[in-house]
């Protein structure tokens, strides 16, 4: 289909005249909660080394104290803060996903805000209008490399990470927003990044902790990338379906412009049809591929009574494109060496969930390194197999599902499927669980007046000021 705009020009057009008042109520009501659990994963993922590490890079820059890093008493220039902050949001696979396209756009595009509207002075009302913006962005450009007749992630299946290519990419517009720039500077700051855009995911297979920094990198990038545009550096109007755009460069031309169209409105953004409705938070902090089988052993251990003793096999089908990544090598994954190496194996957490875990089911305590060691859940994972499963296919990738065939010492046979991703619009998680999942990733590390402080500017969002929320989460 022929258009009028360039993509980069549709959506510069969307996101400079996005605003509160013209986001449909559904959209605008989900923002804060988004906000609200992407600083909840940054507070608790300055505990890890490789967050710390981020942190004292930035610090070791210095610069002018305009916006902080979440959990932390310091304060940078915008990009380093928005660098930190991503780094942190990515770094326990907590943070939610857009389906089909499978990228994690908040924990890119929310640390840019928030960097950017705190060095800026912006108002609440314009934070939930940017960060709209750049999640749409993002996601937009994730689905151009979804292929529906054949059901594939172009992206994936190159191994880039669409979460921080396109995450840089809806940073700069949600920055340049914020910056106040028209839409051709948004197109501007979405052009520049695009050159800054990265992302390799071979960690996810056999280990590696670089995947952290991804949204960080991206985060960094699109704050930067919006302040050039803004001091005069442009970009190709026709940066993504150019010859020689980001399509053809990163996608080998195999892209899907319909998909990033669909249902475009950029001249009016209250008819327009907005994909973030789609984004999924996540209930547990592993893979987002490992979700149903989770919810399948926990449905087995608390309706069937089943317990790791009277495992004999559990068969774990879920769709054939994503055993690479939770099953494969089967002797990493049913060995981890690490809690992080855990989050991305489908045998360990059907283990975690058969002995019981925290949080929402299973929360951050059910992945230490201690327990991906541990002799008795090892001795499980190793009657734990993942397979690829037409029935799961059929619906991958709109959801992530599952299907537990459980063969016990006693010759039961047990099935549980679990087709819909919880956390999905098909089994949302309330306000409460949104808040319950935030308190306990800063327990111990925010005090109670502090949280509840958080919580309860999430709640009146937007008719708070900004400092309110971002007051509650130094330390």
């Given at each position: 289909m022929e258009h009028d705009l360039t993509l980069a020009e549709a959506l510069g057009a969307l996101a400079a005249g996005t605003t509160h008042d013209n986001l449909p109520k559904r959209e605008a009501q989900s923002i804060p909660f988004r906000v609200l659990d992407i600083a909840g994963i940054c507070v608790r993922a300055g505990e890890l080394a490789t967050t710390q590490s981020a942190i004292e890079f930035v610090v070791d820059q210095g610069g002018r104290p305009d916006s902080m890093v979440i959990g932390t008493?310091?304060?940078?220039?915008?990009?380093?803060?928005?660098?930190?902050?991503?780094?942190?949001?990515?770094?326990?696979?907590?943070?939610?996903?857009?389906?089909?396209?499978i990228l994690h756009p908040s924990a890119s595009v929310i640390p840019a805000v928030l960097a950017?509207?705190?060095a800026e002075g912006a108002d609440a009302r314009t934070v939930v209008a940017a960060t709209a913006a750049g999640l749409e962005v993002a996601v937009r450009l994730g689905m151009a490399g979804y292929d529906r007749g054949h059901r594939r992630n172009i992206w994936f299946d190159r191994g880039l990470h669409a979460t921080s290519i396109c995450g840089a990419i809806g940073s700069a517009a949600a920055a340049g927003r914020i910056l106040g720039l028209d839409p051709a500077g948004i197109v501007d700051s979405m052009g520049v990044a695009a050159s800054m855009a990265s992302g390799i995911i071979e960690a996810n297979r056999t280990g590696g902790t670089v995947k952290r920094i991804?949204?960080?990198w991206a985060a960094q990038a699109g704050v930067t990338a919006a302040h050039m545009a803004r001091r005069g550096l442009t970009g190709p109007p026709t940066v993504f379906e150019g010859r020689f755009g980001l399509f053809e460069a990163f996608l080998g031309g195999e892209f899907f412009p319909d998909e990033?169209?669909?249902?475009?409105?950029p001249e009016h953004?209250?008819?327009?049809?907005?994909?973030?409705?789609?984004?999924?938070?996540k209930p547990y902090p592993a893979n987002h591929y490992t979700h149903c089988a989770i919810d399948a052993a926990m449905f087995l251990r608390d309706r069937h009574g089943l317990r790791p003793a009277d495992v004999d096999r559990i068969e774990v089908g879920v769709a054939g494109a994503t055993v690479r990544t939770i099953g494969e090598p089967?002797?990493?994954k049913q060995a981890p060496e690490t809690g992080y190496q855990a989050q991305f194996s489908g045998p360990y957490v059907?283990?975690?969930?058969?002995?019981?875990?925290?949080?929402?089911?299973?929360g951050l305590a059910d992945f230490t390194d201690e327990l991906a060691r541990d002799p008795d859940r090892r001795e499980l994972m190793a009657r734990v197999h993942v397979v690829p499963d037409p029935e799961c296919d059929e619906v991958y990738p709109d959801e992530f599902p599952a299907i537990l065939r459980v063969r016990t010492r006693d010759g039961t046979e047990l099935v549980k499927r679990v087709m819909a991703n919880r956390g999905g619009a098909q089994r949302p998680l309330t306000d409460d669980e949104l808040a319950g999942k935030f308190s306990d990733n800063v327990a111990g590390l925010l005090d109670d007046a502090a949280r509840q402080q958080a919580i309860d500017v999430i709640h009146r969002f937007p008719d708070c000021e900004l400092p309110d929320l971002l007051g509650a989460l130094s330390t």
């Open positions: 008493d310091h304060r940078l220039p915008a990009p380093l803060a928005a660098f930190a902050n991503g780094v942190a949001a990515h770094s326990l696979d907590y943070d939610d996903t857009h389906l089909p396209s950017t509207a705190e991804h949204c960080g990033a169209w669909a249902g475009m409105d953004p209250a008819a327009h049809e907005w994909m973030i409705a789609d984004i999924s938070y089967p002797a990493v059907v283990a975690a969930a058969l002995f019981g875990g925290s949080g929402l089911g299973l």
